[in-house]
């Protein structure tokens, strides 16, 4: 499977613990996106890296979140102390950096904060 | 401010007939845009884009359309399926090469049998 990969599927977590999301995009991207998504709504985005710099962040970004990608290839994004609200599916896209390319979406961390 | 929207929420058509989904856009300056096709429970699926310097683009049984004058986007979906079936975003990107994308609401797509 060439495609982007996120693990896990789906986490469950207690209120003020912190979580951990994995996404490998396809091989070839250097561009790495993550957005989040609400019931019903869009994706919002969240933060983008260009190989390992990350580039751009949204406001939606508090500073309980951060993400990583340490060696330009595969990211992490950290949730500390979650709470109820940052229950979502954190989706992870990538795409070539060269002109407007599309960016393939990942199926997603399906997060849950009881 | 600068969102991408649809007109509407859901959209229910029988098997066999066209579909035409939808979209508004604010932002003058975006010039590539994307329909992705979701379903229930995965991320969002790529379908086909257009840049700004066209106003129309075909790939299988799907076509966009693209209105700058009304900042206006429509994916015209021919035969519709029950396979169809799905929630539908439009996305922009604003000018330069970088930048992240910028997905409307979303309408669900209803195929009857």
């Known amino acids: 499977d060439t495609g982007v990969s996120q693990d896990p599927r789906h986490k469950i977590t207690k209120r003020g613990q912190n979580v951990t999301f994995r996404c490998d995009p396809i091989?070839?991207?250097?561009?790495l996106y993550w957005y989040r998504q609400t019931l019903g709504q869009g994706p919002e985005f969240l933060t983008y890296?260009?190989?390992?710099?990350?580039?751009?962040k949204s406001r939606l970004l508090s500073d309980r979140f951060s993400a990583e990608r340490p060696k330009g290839s595969f990211s992490t994004l950290e949730i500390q102390r979650t709470e109820q609200g940052d229950s979502a599916m954190y989706l992870c896209?990538?795409?070539?950096?060269?002109?407007?390319?599309?960016?393939?979406f990942g199926q997603g961390t399906r997060l849950t904060v009881v | 401010g600068e969102s991408v929207g649809l007109h509407l929420p859901t959209l229910s058509v029988q098997e066999g007939d066209n579909s035409i989904i939808n979209c508004a856009y604010s932002n003058s300056a975006s010039d590539y845009f994307i329909w992705y096709k979701q379903e229930s429970g995965k991320g969002p699926q790529f379908i086909i884009d257009i840049r700004s310097n066209m106003d129309k683009r075909q790939g299988q049984r799907v076509t966009v359309l693209l209105n700058k004058t009304v900042k206006h986007l429509s994916l015209q979906i021919a035969a519709t399926q029950p396979g169809d079936s799905a929630v539908y975003f439009c996305a922009e990107k604003s000018g330069g090469s970088q930048g992240n994308l910028i997905f409307g609401k979303g309408t669900k797509l209803s195929v009857k049998p």
């Open positions: 091989s070839e991207h250097n561009r």
């Open positions: 896209a990538s795409s070539l950096s060269y002109k407007n390319t599309e960016a393939f």
């Open positions: 890296f260009q190989n390992e710099a990350q580039l751009e």
